[in-house]
């Protein structure tokens, strides 16, 4: 079945510096990929998403290219600051599934001053 | 306006009793979901509706019960309440036309069972 993967948490970076978080996918078909993220005591708000192969999703300074040779979705962006510390989560849709989004496990990221 | 919204926020309860999520959403959408979200933080699927049908059932317990009044209404039944229904649960909607689309999610409702 569909599944997503991303790297295990928690991550801690000092303001400023660069995050990656990675995302690969298995899924069959051509499924949308999206980031996700949740706040402390907030529900989701979707970051990014791409609908198609070399689709490049950007959002807040966070940047993801779906590629779909190496069936991933990272998650970047240049500077992280204190106000981006939260979960994030890769999610796709379609595929093959029924219409709900599948999730990864999610990544926590905090950020220090 | 919010978009998506449940109540309640937080939940806390007994063993054994019987509680009611409720969640509304404003945007028109033809399909709402049910997410559990465990300790972990792992999201997973438990119910779908589109247009007041379920669409989507997960390896549940039936002692959860959807309930859809209308296309823009989604409750959550849970009979005879376990400490492992402890999570928080969310809401979410759609169009619910292709997997573009973006799900809209409510804060969330926080259960736990004593």
């Known amino acids: 079945g569909n599944s997503v993967t991303q790297m295990e948490g928690p991550v801690t970076l000092s303001e400023e510096a660069f995050l990656t978080i990675n995302c690969t996918y298995t899924?069959?078909?051509?499924?949308?990929l999206f980031w996700y993220v949740q706040y402390p005591g907030e529900g989701l708000q979707l970051l990014l998403k791409?609908?198609?192969?070399?689709d490049k999703g950007s959002n807040k300074g966070f940047e993801a290219t779906y590629r779909k040779e190496t069936t991933s979705f990272h998650l970047e962006k240049g500077s992280v600051q204190v106000s981006d510390s939260a979960v994030y989560f890769c999610?796709?849709?379609?595929?093959?599934?029924?219409?709900?989004?599948?999730f990864g496990k999610g990544t926590k990221l905090s950020v220090k001053p | 306006d919010t978009a998506v919204s449940q109540t309640p926020k937080y939940l806390v309860t007994q063993m054994g009793n019987d509680k009611s999520i409720k969640c509304e959403q404003n945007l028109g959408h033809d399909t709402m979901y049910w997410y559990k979200q465990d300790s972990k933080k792992f999201l997973k699927i438990m119910f779908s509706?589109?247009?007041?049908?379920l669409i989507i059932n997960e390896t549940v317990p039936n002692r959860f019960s959807p309930k859809s009044p209308d296309k823009a209404h989604l409750n959550l039944h849970i009979n005879s309440l376990e400490l492992g229904d402890s999570a928080v649960y969310f809401c979410?909607?759609?169009w619910g036309g292709g997997t573009t689309d973006t799900q809209y999610f409510g804060p969330g409702t926080r259960l736990t069972v004593l």
């Open positions: 791409a609908t198609k192969a070399d």
């Open positions: 999610a796709l849709r379609g595929g093959g599934s029924q219409g709900n989004l599948i």
């Open positions: 979410a909607s759609d």
């Open positions: 509706y589109n247009n007041k049908e």
């Open positions: 899924a069959t078909g051509y499924p949308s």
